[in-house]
């Protein structure tokens, strides 16, 4: 077996093994808690920074996000706010670049796409409310 591949089993009860990745998930209006617990475990695999909440999204200790999340919850940063329009203020002030991810006929597709870093990822179900308010006229993109 090669020297780089390492099975758990098991939770893992130990802090992560790497620096986490420059990224923040923004989680904007989910209604599923089990969606959420879903986000919380790819959150974790792929050693994303942190996990941001805003509205009526669940959070910890919600029990249907525990029920998928399986612990990830625990290892995964948080924090939650009242509107992702919030959010997407602070993380601004923090130097964050806002990828606001939608299903619209003429976005650009993720692969074809550049990112700067740090980056915030935003779901969201109406993106098109807090962006209006967070971005310059002239620098709105489809």
């Not at 969606?35 to 909440?53: D, K, M, P, S, W």
């Amino acid at each position: 077996m090669s020297d780089d591949i390492q099975i758990l089993e098991g939770d893992r009860q130990r802090p992560r093994l790497a620096e986490p990745h420059p990224i923040i998930f923004v989680l904007d209006h989910l209604r599923s808690a089990y969606n959420v617990g879903n986000i919380y475990r790819l959150a974790e695999i792929f050693r994303i920074q942190a996990i941001i909440t805003c509205g009526y999204t669940a959070t910890p200790p919600h029990p249907k996000l525990q029920k998928t999340a399986r612990g990830c919850e625990r290892l995964v940063p948080s924090e939650h706010f009242a509107t992702a329009l919030e959010a997407v203020r602070e993380l601004k002030r923090r130097g964050y670049h806002i990828l606001a991810v939608e299903t619209v006929a003429n976005a650009t597709p993720l692969w074809a796409s550049s990112f700067t870093f740090p980056l915030a990822i935003v779901l969201d179900r109406a993106v098109e409310a807090w962006y209006r308010q967070t971005t310059p006229p002239g620098n709105l993109q489809s």
